[in-house]
Nanobody
Framework: QVQLVESGGGLVQAGGSLRLSCTAS????????MGWFRQAPGREREFVASISWRGRDTYYTDSVKGRFAISRDNAKNTVYLQMNSLKPEDTAVYYC????????????????WGQGTQVTTSS
């Protein structure tokens, strides 16, 4: 089992920045692909970004490219999502996810999830 805990959400004005963190525990020494998803009210959970175990490969949904950056520090078992130039449409609950093999956009394929952290961008 892997436990994921997100932090760093909050309220920010349009154009502002936030950095989300997700710390993993429970399976030290195991390599996991990490991803960020988000879910706005009344909408399906959507892929935001993912990063390979060594951090060499990153993937982003088109709407955040150039504004968001995913990174990880394996020594701290933590993955980050730096969010810049935030827009009102970025408002959602952001979830961290982990999987041993899958780095794609389908949330069903990820085995482990955090509880989510709210990000609200005001116009």
């Amino acid at each position: 089992q892997v436990q994921l805990v997100e932090s760093g959400g909050g309220l920010v004005q349009a154009g502002g920045s936030l950095r989300l963190s997700c710390t993993a525990s429970g399976r030290p020494g195991s390599s996991y692909i990490m991803g960020w998803f988000r879910q706005a009210p009344g909408r399906e959970r959507e892929f935001v970004a993912s990063i390979s175990w060594r951090g060499r490969d990153t993937y982003y949904t088109d709407s955040v490219k150039g504004r968001f950056a995913i990174s990880r520090d394996n020594a701290k078992n933590t993955v980050y999502l730096q969010m810049n130039s935030l827009k009102p449409e970025d408002t959602a609950v952001y979830y961290c996810a982990a999987d041993r093999y899958y780095s794609g956009t389908d949330p069903v394929r990820y085995d482990y999830w955090g509880q989510g952290t709210q990000v609200t961008t005001s116009s």
